[in-house]
Every structure is written in C-alpha cells, then in structure tokens.
Nanobody, 123 residues
Framework: QVQLVESGGGLVQAGGSLRLSCAAS????????MGWFRHAPGKEREFVAA??????AYADSVKGRFTIFRDNAKNTVYLQMNSLKPEDTAVYYC??????????????????WGQGTQVTVSS
C-alpha cells in the first residue's frame, strides 16, 4: 500500500505563488503515475497535472502557470503554482496509480489519495 501526505497549502493573494508537496511512503515502487487534482465547492474533483517517468500533463486552465516535478530520492512530488487566480481556490489532492494510464486526467485512474491541502487565493 502507498501513503500520500500533501503539504504547502495556504492563503495567497492573486498573482502570488505556492509550492505543494506530496510525500509518498510504503510500496512506492508499485506506482508509475502520480497526479494532482483539486476540488472546489460546488464542483467535481478535476484534473490539474500528472507525471510519469517521461510524461508531463496539465489541464488547460493551469498550463503556463503550474509545473509538476518530482524528486525520486525523496519520494516526493511537487506542484509549483505561479500567477495564482481566485478560481484556483480549492482543496488540492495528490494521487498515485499502480500502473501507467492513458487516462491520467480521470480520478478513476488512481488508486491512492492524500488527505488534501487547502489553497485559497484572494482577489
């Protein structure tokens, strides 16, 4: 089993930046795909970004502003969030899949989820 713990959320002004971290433990060798999703009030959980050993993918709404990267030595995945907008306000979740998936943008592709970290962007 894999355990995921997010951190780095907080309150930031529009135009500011935050860096989210996702620390993985357990059977991390069994995961080939990791991603970030967010869940805003009144909306469904939506895809933000995903990463494999050779693929980087982003939702259109965050392209050019967010960057996903990983430090394999630390078993940690990061989401660098720049030029934040009020519409980015949500609980952000880290997720991991047991295998590489072509539908990385779907919540159903993932097997493990973190507890979430709140990101609030003020106008």
């Amino acid at each position: 089993q894999v355990q995921l713990v997010e951190s780095g959320g907080g309150l930031v002004q529009a135009g500011g930046s935050l860096r989210l971290s996702c620390a993985a433990s357990g059977r991390t060798f069994s995961t080939d795909l990791m991603g970030w999703f967010r869940h805003a009030p009144g909306k469904e959980r939506e895809f933000v970004a995903a990463i494999t050993s050779n693929i980087f993918a982003y939702a259109d709404s965050v392209k050019g502003r967010f960057t996903i990267f990983r430090d394999n030595a630390k078993n940690t995945v990061y989401l660098q969030m720049n030029s934040l907008k009020p519409e980015d306000t949500a609980v952000y979740y880290c997720a991991a899949s047991r295998s590489r998936s072509g539908n990385y943008y779907l919540t159903t592709a993932y097997d493990y989820w973190g507890q979430g970290t709140q990101v609030t962007v003020s106008s």
